[in-house]
């Protein structure tokens, strides 16, 4: 499986940019997905994760009620929709597949990645 990311940029604080994930390969709609994110200067953190058929989601404390993950396996694609976006969520934003639960957050547990998009909030 390959995941492209896509939608960063420039963003004004309170913001409300729409990651996309889109990945190639057929097997796409068997693996769960997940955002992540790393700052300058800190660890790559879990951000949100849906399940394989899209039923089943988890997130951050950092983004419940600001953030959506949804998926689109008719297109391959996963997006992460983030609202009124703060200057602490500026990081460069990975998608990442797993054959395992959407609950896991460490970025060990997952096993192809994208190659990430930068999403700089302005405040």
């Known amino acids: 499986v390959q995941l492209q990311a896509s939608g960063g940029g420039l963003v004004q604080a309170g913001g409300s940019p729409r990651l996309s994930c889109a990945a190639s390969?057929?097997?796409?709609?068997?693996?769960?997905v997940g955002w992540f994110r790393q700052a300058p200067g800190k660890e790559r953190e879990f951000v949100a994760a849906?399940?394989?058929?899209?039923?089943?989601?988890y997130y951050a404390d950092s983004g419940k009620g600001r953030f959506t993950i949804s998926r689109d396996n008719a297109k391959n694609t996963v997006y992460l929709q983030m609202n009124s976006l703060k200057p602490e969520d500026t990081a460069v934003y990975y998608c990442?597949?797993?054959?395992?639960?959407?609950?896991?957050?460490?970025?060990?547990?997952?096993?192809?990645w994208g190659q990430g998009t930068l999403v700089t909030v302005s405040s």
């Open positions: 990442a597949t797993t054959t395992r639960s959407v609950f896991e957050q460490s970025p060990s547990r997952y096993d192809y």
């Open positions: 390969g057929r097997r796409f709609s068997s693996y769960g």
């Open positions: 849906i399940s394989a058929n899209g039923r089943s989601t």
